[in-house]
């Protein structure tokens, strides 16, 4: 991750921590009031990702092992928002959510060869790389048991 983007970052994060306290004054007792809850995040994974070709029929071609930061050029440091909360049916019963979106791109010029299943790409091919991955949760809490 470049310095530059790690700063914007960074004064994003504080100017939200600064910005969050002043517009939700009020202390909230118990859970029982609170009807819903939005929640923004960001956070900064880390990736490694490692795949390749291994066919169900020893008969066909599998491949080499490849790494997509490595080999494909892929990001390994990420900057990601998120977002997640909950709605409350009734003192037991809630339905909760969560959403983010993680998605890099990459294009490379091979060093070195490489085969994945029966395709051959050479060394000096241009690789273009698309990774894309959607979280979408949805779910239902039932509380059995309340305590304070």
Sequence with gaps: MSMNRFSCSLTVF??????VPAVYAKE??????TKAKISLGYFL?????????NPANPALPGGDHIDGEDDLGLD?????GRLDGYYRLGRKHRIEFGYFT????AQRVLDTEIDFG???Y???AQI???FKNTITQIGYMYSFRQTD
């Design 14 to 19: 504080l100017c939200f921590l600064l910005f």
């Design 102 to 105: 993680l998605e890099r791109n």
């Design 45 to 53: 994974p880390r990736m490694n990702t490692q795949f390749s070709v």
């Design 118 to 120: 029966d395709i051959t």
């Design 76 to 80: 390994r440091d990420l900057s990601l």
């Design 128 to 130: 273009d790389s698309k």
């Design 28 to 33: 909230i007792v118990s859970l029982e009031e």
């Design 122 to 124: 050479p060394v000096n």
